[in-house]
Each structure stands twice: as structure tokens, then as C-alpha cells.
């Protein structure tokens, strides 16, 4: 751990990566998996993390290129300043859309499940602020408080999980190997969509104490969060059953709802889950708003990072109301994941990192 | 401490007081939980009314009062009262109950739904009903689902000596651990919606009052496509429990050379398999169960339990098993519905043979299909020594 330099440590990044990517994603990926390659939807997370591979080689090799700077700092070396510009905007803006997108889901499981007076807007302005006031204090903040809130996360989603492992009817799972390979290909590229947190590295990298061990650190993430996937979709297939993982929004919440405690005295036990689930939507939003203001800090050369949290939050807010049901803002959520999410994950990257190779720039070459 | 800190202070003294509770809270005793809900289908709805003013649905809902069941003062005379809604769904009818109680209703602890039998013969209520209750979160889905004779709402009415309240009574009844399965199978909302996502069959445990008007859980509701096909007794369940591997604490009486002898099944297991030995695929239903001979006295001493006897007693106690299986196993096929699941193991176990199967399951595969069963009896204890 480093006091106040700005930098995080190998270990922050895999905490806040596999943090950023247990977002909705992860309450949706079984009724993703399910409608795919129904009761073999479990292999889906093996396979992506293939697609997850080349995405870590595409965005890392790009960024240890150029020790030390974020994308804001590497791409006018690499391309002409024009294009520079397009690329890091757009970047600013999808990472806007997307962290508005899911807080506008994060907002409507709330509004259903624990709070159905309370307003939407008050649900997202919440979260908004209490995100800005941390992200107010820099990277660190925010990776401590990731350091944190892992062990608030992980430790009653494993209680929970065991409660219903020892119940389930496993029998779900059978016949195996009946699946097409096709559809497992196209279903194994969408479920990496849900690594897409990993573009975040574009920044991180240069945030970090070691950037050289940054692949490494993006790997682990990504090995842990294939596993928690797996994990994931088999106890839900196994707990409600593939059909119904089809059928529901939220088959994660309904499995949670499932659960059966020892002597049946605890109830509502997908509020445990839930509580899990709004710590890492935290993160997410969290480091969606801390990104995009220091793209704008450092576009526009500011010494101070946080100068943009403020303005964001009102651009946040307005994307995540503009939806204007539920039903809209699944379909939002989903076509903007499926036709927007891998840009910056392989073909921004790799087009960055072969022209830095052919034209030679950046720390390797210079 | 300077000026501004104290006034800094002050913005979080006042959040201290803004922050600790909801402002629209509604206190525990200052609600309704809902224990047990009956639905039943309103047989004197007007069919010539448009369709969203028709009062298909009948609901009971039966709230407890909440101090006088935990022995404390209360203004009613009743532990519980029960109110009926005659409603179009049933979320209208919960918009009517709150017209007619004093505390908010909340569904938050609901022990128990009870079908009655007019809605399970209606295909499109009963259908309906399922997706009401899983559609919002209001009720959980380990909540006791069951079925019975006539009017649910008049079973809930009624009076029962050992627990006024249904919903209490069903918790209590199945939560036990360490009650005998035998008779009935607890069916929760989420695993009857499993089953008919699975196969579209599930049976449902059936709840009645009995001669001494008390309340009584065996036997069971079969249920096919979203209607009721028929009602199965006590050993047809059993049969069930039998093949799905769930028998617990059941005692088996036997005619051992003119004496009864009783049996606990301890514990048992259940195995399919399926073969194909000349060209025939048939089901093989391995059953094994464990326990001791819990009662068994002669007086004619040569009947007494030696090693070569016990032998005899296994044989006898395996014919018995299998006798109560096959019931279960001609029932299903009497009445055409693969409420045994040989379908749905041999799909997961054979599914390239199912394909075979697939097509002509519901009308004359099953029927024809030959299922064998192998009971093996394991006697733990048999109470004495010779």
C-alpha cells in the first residue's frame, strides 16, 4: 500500500477489476447462459475467458507500451490528434452510458425488491453522491475502500451459496454434451462482454505502482471472475432450474429467494445478496465517474483529478433516467453491451497496439 | 473548538436525526402478515360481464392477530379473522383487503397457499395464479404450497384444535425434521414451478379435515399442464416417495408367520437406470432401504429372529416395498401421466434414446413402457439377539 502518491498496488487492481465486474452482469449471466446454450450454460465463462485472454493481451500490450500514462496521454503519440481526440471522448462517453445504464438497473432492483416507494431518483442520486464523495479523494480511496468491501461481498454471497449447494437438485444439469459448438462460440463471446470492466485498464495501467505486472494482476481478475461465474450459473441452474433461469429477470435474486435456511427462522435472504451486489454496483459507478474525470482533468491538463466528478453526476443521472421502464432499459442494457461493449475491449486496442508496433513509438521503442 | 467547526458539526447531528429510519415506515405491529392465503375460484362469477370485471378469483386471507397469539392483551376476539375477496386477480383482490383492515397487509411471511379444487380444474386460473405469485417478490418461494377437496377458503375458516392458524400449522408440520415421510410430499411454490417447467407434472401435498375435524396432510393432488388430473391417495404417495428416494422414518408392517412385524425405514435411496437386453429399453428402479425391526413378538418360539429368518424377513419386507411401488407404478399408468419422472431420468440419462421415446410418451409410450423394480432391504437392528 502507497500514502498518497495517486498510485495503486498490484493487488488493489485485481481486487477493484474483479469488483468492477461482479456488476449486473453477473445477476443477468445465467438467463444469458441459459438462453444460449440452456442447462450447459455453466462451460460459457471457460470458453469466454479465451475471448477475456486475447482482450487482457490487446489492452495490456498496449498500455505497457507507454509506462506510466493513461490513454488520454499514449493515443495522440500513436495516432493524429484529431483521431486521439475522437477515441478518448468516445471512450469518456461510453464508460458515461454504460455506468448510467447500470445504475438505471441497480436503481429498478432496489426500487423492486427493497425500496418500492422510494423514487428512482432518489435511489440513483444516492448512489451518485455517496460515489462522487469517494471518488472526491483519488484512485486510492477508492482501491482501499475496494480492499474493504471485498470480504462485506464474498463472504455472505459463500454462506449463502453453501446453504444452497447442499440442497440442490443437481439432476438439472444432465443430459450433458448436447449442445451445438456454434452456439456455444457466439454464447462464450457474449458472456466475456461481462469482463468489459477490463477497458478500465486502459487507464489503470498507468495508475499503477508496477505497471509491468498489470497482464498478470488483469489475468488473476479474470481467472477468479470466470470461476465466480461459473459458479454463478451452476448454482442457479441448480437451484431454480434452467427453465426458470430462462424465464426470470433476475434468476440470481430468485435463487437467492430459493435458499432455505436451518430452521426457516431467517426469511428475505436475498436481501444478503443484495447488500453484496449494491457494494460492487458502488465500485463500478464509482469508477466509471473516477475515469471519466480524469479524462477530462488530464484533456484538459489539470493538476487536480477530481475536477470533473461534479459536472458527471448530472450526465450520469440523465442517462440512467432516460429509460422509461424497465422493460427499456433491460433492452438498453443488453443491445448497448452486445454492439458497443467490445470496442474498447479488442478493436480499439489491437489497432492502437499494432500501429504503436509499427510506427515504433512508446517506452519499448524509445 | 472554533466557530466553524461547530457549525460544521451541526449538518451531521441533523443527519444523524434524518437518517435513522425511513420516513414512510411502517411498524411491525402496525401490519398484517399474511399467514396462509386460500385461493379458490369464484364458481358464481358473471360470465357475461367484460372479462376485467369478472370475479374469477376468490381469496381468503386469513390475518392473525399477532397478540393475542403471543399470549399478550389484545382489543379482538378472535386469534385470527378471515376476510374473502371476490376479484378479477389477485392483485386487485389484495387492493380490496386493504379497503377492509385496519394495518397494512404484507406478504412477507406467508407460510402457506392452498389451492382449492375448483381452480386447479381450471386450466388458465390455475396458470395464472402461479405466474401472479412468482411475477413481483411478494411472496417468497419456499412458501408450503397445497391442495384440497372443495373450497380452500372453507378449510382456512374452519377451526383446528391444535393450531388455529393453517398457515402455522403447514410450517410447523413440515419443518419438523424428524416427522416420518410417507404420506405427503412438501411441495414449495419454487419447486412445483421446477417441475412444471420440467415435465409440466407435479403433485401437490393434499390438506383435508378429517372425521375429527381435525387437519390432516397425506395424499396428494396430481396435476398435469396446469389442471388437476385426479387426486392420489396416501400409498400412491408413498410409491412416489418411494422411487424419488425421500421415504424417512416409515414403518413397514409385515405378516411374519402369523405375527406382525414392523420395520422403520431409517433411510432410503433410490436408483434408475435404464437397459436394454433384447432389443427391449426398460426402467430398473433400484430402491434400497435401511432401518431396524422395530416391533415384532411371538409366542411361538419358533419364529424367533434367527440369522436364516432375518433372511426370510428381508424377502418379505422387499416384496412389501416393491407391492407399494408398483401401486404408485399402475396408478401413473391408469391414469397416463409420468408423475414418476421415467421420462424425464431417461431424457438425462439416455437422451438419444429418448428422442425415440419423445414423441408418443403421453399417449403410449409411457403406458407400455416396462419398469422394473429391486428393492434390497438392509436390517440395521433387529431388537434382540438369539
Known amino acids: ?366 | 473548538m472554533s466557530k466553524l467547526n461547530k457549525l460544521k458539526i451541526l449538518p451531521l447531528v441533523g443527519m444523524a436525526f434524518l437518517l435513522t429510519g425511513c420516513w414512510d415506515n411502517v411498524e411491525l405491529n402496525e401490519r398484517h402478515v399474511i399467514l396462509e392465503l386460500a385461493i379458490d375460484k369464484n364458481l358464481s362469477f358473471n360470465e357475461k360481464m367484460p372479462i376485467n370485471k369478472q370475479k374469477a378469483y376468490k381469496l381468503t386471507y386469513c390475518i392473525p392477530d399477532m397478540k393475542k397469539l403471543s399470549g399478550q392483551e389484545s382489543l379482538g376476539d378472535e386469534v385470527k379473522s378471515n376476510i374473502t375477496i371476490e376479484a378479477a386477480s389477485i392483485a386487485a383482490s389484495i387492493d380490496e383487503i386493504e379497503t377492509k383492515t385496519q394495518d397494512t397487509v404484507t406478504f412477507s411471511h406467508t407460510k402457506a397457499l392452498i389451492l382449492g379444487e375448483e381452480i386447479l380444474k381450471d386450466r388458465k386460473l390455475f396458470q395464472g395464479t402461479i405466474e401472479t405469485l412468482t411475477r413481483d417478490m411478494a411472496i417468497s418461494r419456499n412458501t408450503m404450497i397445497l391442495a384440497t377437496h372443495g373450497e380452500a377458503g372453507e378449510l382456512t375458516k374452519g377451526d383446528n384444535p391444535q393450531n388455529p392458524l393453517v398457515g402455522m400449522y403447514v410450517m410447523k408440520y413440515f419443518n419438523n425434521r424428524e416427522r416420518p415421510v410417507s404420506y405427503a410430499k412438501g411441495q414449495f411454490l419454487g419447486s412445483v414451478i421446477k417441475e412444471l417447467n420440467d415435465t409440466s407434472i407435479t403433485t401437490l401435498p393434499l390438506i383435508v379435515k378429517n372425521q375429527e375435524d381435525t387437519l390432516q396432510i397425506k395424499g396428494g393432488a396430481l396435476i398435469k399442464d396446469y389442471e388437476l388430473v385426479g387426486w392420489l391417495d396416501q400409498e400412491v404417495m408413498r410409491g412416489q416417495l418411494f422411487i424419488e428416494g425421500k421415504i424417512k422414518g416409515v414403518p413397514l408392517v409385515v405378516d411374519y408367520k402369523g405375527d406382525n412385524l414392523t420395520y422403520t425405514i431409517k433411510d432410503e435411496k433410490s436408483k434408475i437406470s435404464f437397459d436394454n437386453k433384447g432389443g427391449e429399453w426398460k426402467a430398473r428402479i433400484k430402491l434400497t432401504s435401511v432401518g431396524d425391526i422395530s416391533e415384532y413378538f411371538t409366542l411361538n418360539k419358533d419364529a424367533a429372529l434367527s440369522s436364516e429368518r432375518i433372511e426370510e424377513v428381508k424377502q418379505l419386507l422387499e416384496r412389501e416395498v416393491k407391492n407399494e411401488v408398483l401401486k404408485a407404478i399402475a396408478t401413473s399408468k391408469t391414469l397416463n401421466v409420468d408423475f414418476l419422472n421415467i421420462g424425464l431420468e431417461m431424457y438425462r440419462k439416455h437422451p438419444n434414446q429418448w428422442k425415440e421415446y419423445q414423441s408418443n410418451w403421453q399417449t403410449t409410450g409411457y403406458k407400455n413402457f416396462p419398469i422394473e423394480i429391486e428393492p434390497t432391504i438392509i436390517i440395521q437392528n433387529t431388537g434382540a439377539i438369539q
Open chain 1, 1 to 366: 500500500m502507497f500514502s498518497h502518491n495517486g498510485k495503486i498496488s498490484v493487488s488493489q487492481v485485481k481486487i477493484l477489476l474483479i469488483l468492477q465486474m461482479f456488476n449486473t452482469g453477473i445477476l443477468l449471466l445465467p438467463k444469458t447462459a441459459a438462453h444460449i446454450v440452456g442447462r450447459e450454460g455453466y462451460v460459457l465463462p471457460i470458453i469466454a475467458l479465451v475471448f477475456g485472454v486475447a482482450y487482457v493481451y490487446g489492452i495490456v500490450g498496449l498500455t505497457e507500451h507507454f509506462k506510466g500514462e493513461t490513454l488520454v496521454e499514449f493515443t495522440p503519440k500513436i495516432v493524429p490528434k484529431g483521431i486521439a481526440f475522437i477515441i478518448i471522448w468516445a471512450f469518456a462517453i461510453k464508460l458515461i452510458i454504460t455506468a448510467g445504464l447500470e445504475l438505471r438497473m441497480f436503481a429498478e432492483m432496489i426500487s423492486r425488491v427493497m425500496l418500492p416507494k422510494t423514487p428512482l431518483a432518489v435511489i440513483l442520486l444516492s448512489m451518485l453522491l455517496v460515489s462522487a464523495y469517494l471518488v472526491k479523494s483519488g484512485i486510492e480511496a477508492t482501491a482501499r475502500m475496494a480492499e474493504v468491501l471485498i470480504y462485506f461481498i464474498f463472504i455472505p454471497l459463500i454462506i449463502v451459496i453453501l446453504f444452497i449447494v447442499f440442497k440442490a437438485d443437481y439432476k438439472q444439469l444432465m443430459p450433458f454434451f448436447q449442445v451445438q459448438p456454434l452456439a456455444i462460440g457466439k454464447g462464450a463471446f457474449l458472456i466475456s462482454l461481462s469482463f468489459m470492466p477490463i477497458e478500465f485498464m486502459l487507464m489503470l495501467t498507468g495508475l499503477m505502482e508496477k505497471p509491468e505486472k498489470a497482464k498478470r494482476a488483469t489475468l488473476v481478475a479474470l481467472v477468479i471472475m470466470s470461476v465466480i461465474e461459473v459458479i454463478v450459473i451452476l448454482v442457479t441452474f441448480v437451484g431454480i432450474g434452467v427453465e426458470e433461469s430462462k424465464r426470470q429477470l433476475w434468476p440470481v435474486i430468485t435463487l437467492m429467494q430459493s435458499a432455505q435456511f436451518l430452521g426457516a427462522f431467517v426469511e428475505n435472504q436475498e436481501i444478503l445478496m443484495m447488500t453484496c451486489w449494491v457494494f460492487s454496483i458502488f465500485m463500478y459507478v464509482s469508477s466509471g465517474i473516477y475515469f471519466v474525470s480524469l479524462i477530462g482533468s488530464r484533456v484538459c491538463q489539470f493538476k487536480r483529478e477530481n475536477v470533473f466528478v461534479l459536472p458527471i453526476i448530472p450526465l450520469l443521472f440523465f442517462v440512467a433516467m432516460l429509460p422509461r421502464n424497465l422493460a427499456q432499459v433491460y433492452l438498453y442494457y443488453m443491445n448497448f453491451q452486445y454492439y458497443m461493449g467490445v470496442w474498447f475491449l479488442l478493436p480499439i486496442p489491437l489497432i492502437l497496439l499494432i500501429i504503436t508496433r509499427i510506427k515504433k513509438v512508446g517506452g519499448k521503442y524509445e
